[in-house]
Protein backbone atom coordinates (compact mmCIF):
# COMPACT_ATOMS: atom_id res chain seq x y z
CA UNK A 1 0.00 0.00 0.00
CA UNK A 2 2.49 2.31 0.82
CA UNK A 3 5.79 2.01 -1.16
CA UNK A 4 9.22 4.13 0.37
CA UNK A 5 12.43 4.48 -1.73
CA UNK A 6 15.55 5.81 -0.30
CA UNK A 7 18.81 7.49 -1.77
CA UNK A 8 21.79 9.50 -1.47
CA UNK A 9 23.94 7.15 -0.15
CA UNK A 10 27.45 6.83 -0.96
CA UNK A 11 30.65 6.41 0.18
CA UNK A 12 32.29 9.42 2.44
CA UNK A 13 35.61 10.12 4.64
CA UNK A 14 35.39 10.56 8.22
CA UNK A 15 33.99 14.02 9.02
CA UNK A 16 32.20 14.74 5.88
CA UNK A 17 28.51 15.01 5.43
CA UNK A 18 25.59 13.41 3.25
CA UNK A 19 22.07 14.03 2.84
CA UNK A 20 19.86 10.98 2.50
CA UNK A 21 16.29 10.92 1.15
CA UNK A 22 13.37 8.91 1.43
CA UNK A 23 10.19 9.26 -1.01
CA UNK A 24 7.11 8.08 0.00
CA UNK A 25 4.29 6.56 -2.24
CA UNK A 26 0.26 7.70 -0.97
CA UNK A 27 -1.93 10.43 -0.70
CA UNK A 28 -1.94 11.00 3.01
CA UNK A 29 2.42 11.20 3.47
CA UNK A 30 0.99 14.24 5.71
CA UNK A 31 -0.33 11.90 8.78
CA UNK A 32 2.75 9.80 8.76
CA UNK A 33 5.14 9.23 11.32
CA UNK A 34 8.96 8.13 9.90
CA UNK A 35 11.62 6.96 10.69
CA UNK A 36 14.94 6.40 9.79
CA UNK A 37 16.87 3.20 11.29
CA UNK A 38 20.65 1.73 9.96
CA UNK A 39 21.93 -1.81 10.26
CA UNK A 40 25.66 -2.70 9.99
CA UNK A 41 27.24 -6.17 9.03
CA UNK A 42 27.07 -8.77 12.06
CA UNK A 43 24.77 -6.20 14.23
CA UNK A 44 21.00 -5.64 14.82
CA UNK A 45 18.91 -2.98 13.12
CA UNK A 46 18.91 0.08 15.57
CA UNK A 47 17.12 3.25 15.96
CA UNK A 48 18.73 6.27 14.09
CA UNK A 49 16.15 9.03 14.08
CA UNK A 50 12.52 9.68 13.84
CA UNK A 51 10.06 12.50 12.95
CA UNK A 52 6.15 13.05 13.59
CA UNK A 53 3.36 13.88 11.59
CA UNK A 54 3.85 18.04 12.12
CA UNK A 55 7.87 17.78 12.04
CA UNK A 56 7.45 19.43 15.60
CA UNK A 57 8.82 16.40 17.50
CA UNK A 58 11.68 15.02 16.75
CA UNK A 59 13.73 11.71 18.31
CA UNK A 60 17.42 10.70 17.57
CA UNK A 61 19.46 7.67 19.00
CA UNK A 62 22.43 9.09 21.10
CA UNK A 63 25.18 8.12 19.04
CA UNK A 64 23.64 10.45 16.57
CA UNK A 65 22.07 13.40 18.79
CA UNK A 66 24.29 16.60 17.40
CA UNK A 67 25.48 15.23 14.29
CA UNK A 68 22.17 14.31 12.31
CA UNK A 69 19.18 16.01 11.84
CA UNK A 70 15.79 14.72 10.48
CA UNK A 71 13.34 16.57 8.34
CA UNK A 72 10.42 16.45 6.64
CA UNK A 73 8.45 17.99 3.34
CA UNK A 74 5.22 16.75 3.50
CA UNK A 75 4.36 18.79 -0.17
CA UNK A 76 6.83 16.55 -1.36
CA UNK A 77 6.14 13.43 0.76
CA UNK A 78 9.69 13.21 1.39
CA UNK A 79 11.94 12.50 4.80
CA UNK A 80 15.59 13.72 4.72
CA UNK A 81 18.39 12.35 7.17
CA UNK A 82 21.45 14.98 7.24
CA UNK A 83 24.22 13.63 8.52
CA UNK A 84 27.58 15.34 9.73
CA UNK A 85 30.20 14.91 11.03
CA UNK A 86 30.08 10.72 10.01
CA UNK A 87 32.00 8.34 11.73
CA UNK A 88 33.77 4.90 10.42
CA UNK A 89 31.29 3.74 12.91
CA UNK A 90 27.87 5.06 10.82
CA UNK A 91 29.15 2.34 8.11
CA UNK A 92 25.64 0.89 7.74
CA UNK A 93 22.81 0.05 5.51
CA UNK A 94 20.39 2.71 6.11
CA UNK A 95 16.44 2.10 6.14
CA UNK A 96 13.48 4.73 5.99
CA UNK A 97 10.26 3.29 7.78
CA UNK A 98 6.84 5.13 7.85
CA UNK A 99 3.68 4.44 10.28
CA UNK A 100 0.73 5.30 8.95
CA UNK A 101 -1.11 6.36 11.56
CA UNK A 102 1.72 7.99 13.37
CA UNK A 103 3.85 6.87 16.20
CA UNK A 104 1.81 4.13 17.97
CA UNK A 105 3.94 3.50 21.49
CA UNK A 106 7.40 4.31 20.74
CA UNK A 107 9.05 5.92 17.69
CA UNK A 108 12.13 4.06 18.43
CA UNK A 109 10.54 0.46 18.02
CA UNK A 110 10.89 -1.32 14.78
CA UNK A 111 8.08 -3.12 15.20
CA UNK A 112 5.79 -0.39 15.51
CA UNK A 113 6.38 0.88 11.57
CA UNK A 114 4.59 -0.62 9.16
CA UNK A 115 6.35 -0.34 5.63
CA UNK A 116 10.15 -0.26 4.91
CA UNK A 117 12.04 0.79 2.17
CA UNK A 118 14.84 -1.30 0.69
CA UNK A 119 17.76 0.80 2.08
CA UNK A 120 20.64 2.30 1.21
CA UNK A 121 24.41 2.01 1.99
CA UNK A 122 26.32 4.67 3.82
CA UNK A 123 30.39 3.97 3.89
CA UNK A 124 32.80 5.98 5.55
CA UNK A 125 36.31 5.71 5.27
CA UNK A 126 39.06 7.22 7.01
Known amino acids: QVQLVESGGGLVQAGGSLRLSCAASGRTFSTYAMGWFRQAPGKEREFVAAIDWSGGNTYYARSVRGRFTISRDNAKNSVYLQMNNLKLEDTAVYYC???????????????????WGQGTQVTVSS
Open 97 to 115: AAQVLGFKTSPIASYEYDY
